[in-house]
């Protein structure tokens, strides 16, 4: 797997990554969403730099410019719930993309851990031989995105797959390492240490679906 993890040089991201994690800004549920988004929009610029252009001509009023322009075919597929705001951002980028949408969720019983993850619902054009973005927030024990991907196999085989995280965890991040294929590329917008007992990113930002969107039974 190739990981870019691009929080590793100081960029006006960091602002971004410290307004979600902060304890007393991130309550602000309108300014954590367009923070998530916000922090798609970097993702798609920098995920931009490895993807495939061909020689475009432009007219403009005054004459023609040639100019390289994206070839791939994307399709941006998020996970419910947290991926939406994600997603948005994603999608301010790569505004010809098409979409699609998996729900994902931590069971967790009585004691708080983790049990299955559950995947119902799923919209989602063929994926066949195009450029697959999957979008989560959070990669904590990293079971969400591999349960996705064995669900989303039945939509064809991508040619390329780009999977893009705001917060991971070291232990996810080999999890998923070890379930995806190779050429698979990671991109991190933060990488933390550890997990909790109940499978949170320690220290993380708490639960990012309730946060964007509150609480749920
Ligand atoms: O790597 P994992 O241990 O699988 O955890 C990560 C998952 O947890 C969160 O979703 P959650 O289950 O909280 O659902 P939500 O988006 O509805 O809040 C997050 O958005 C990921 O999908
Ligand atoms: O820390 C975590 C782990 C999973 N999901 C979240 O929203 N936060
Ligand atoms: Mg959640």
Redesign the pocket.
């Known amino acids: 797997m190739h990981i870019h993890n691009i929080s590793s040089s100081n960029t006006i991201l960091n602002k971004f990554i410290s307004e979600i994690r902060d304890v007393n800004v991130q309550k602000d549920s309108l300014r954590f969403r367009r923070n998530i988004e916000r922090i798609g929009e970097v993702l798609s610029y920098e995920l931009s730099k490895e993807l495939k252009y061909s020689v475009n001509k432009v007219e403009t009023p005054l004459g023609t410019k040639e100019i390289d322009q994206l070839t791939n075919k994307i399709v941006l597929c998020s996970?419910?719930?947290?991926?939406l705001p994600l997603h948005q951002g994603l999608l301010n980028y790569f505004d010809d993309a098409e979409n699609a949408f998996i729900?994902?969720?931590?069971?967790?019983p009585e004691n708080g851990v983790?049990s299955e993850?559950i995947v119902e619902y799923f919209a989602s054009p063929s994926i066949e031989n195009k450029t697959l973005l999957l979008a989560?927030?959070?990669?904590?024990?990293?079971?969400?995105?591999?349960?996705?991907y064995e669900a989303i196999k039945k939509y064809g085989v991508p040619k390329e797959l780009h999977i893009i995280v705001v917060i991971a965890?070291k232990e996810?991040v080999d999890?998923?390492s070890k379930h995806f294929p190779e050429n698979t590329h990671l991109w991190i917008a933060a990488l933390d240490e550890t997990?909790n007992e109940k499978?949170y990113?320690i220290p993380g930002l708490g639960?990012?679906?309730?946060l964007?969107?509150g609480k749920?039974l």
């Open positions: 996970i419910l719930r947290a991926g729900s994902a969720y931590r069971n967790h983790p993850i989560d927030p959070m990669l904590a024990t990293g079971q969400s995105l591999v349960a996705v965890s996810g999890y998923i997990l499978g990113i639960d990012a679906g309730d964007a969107f749920k």
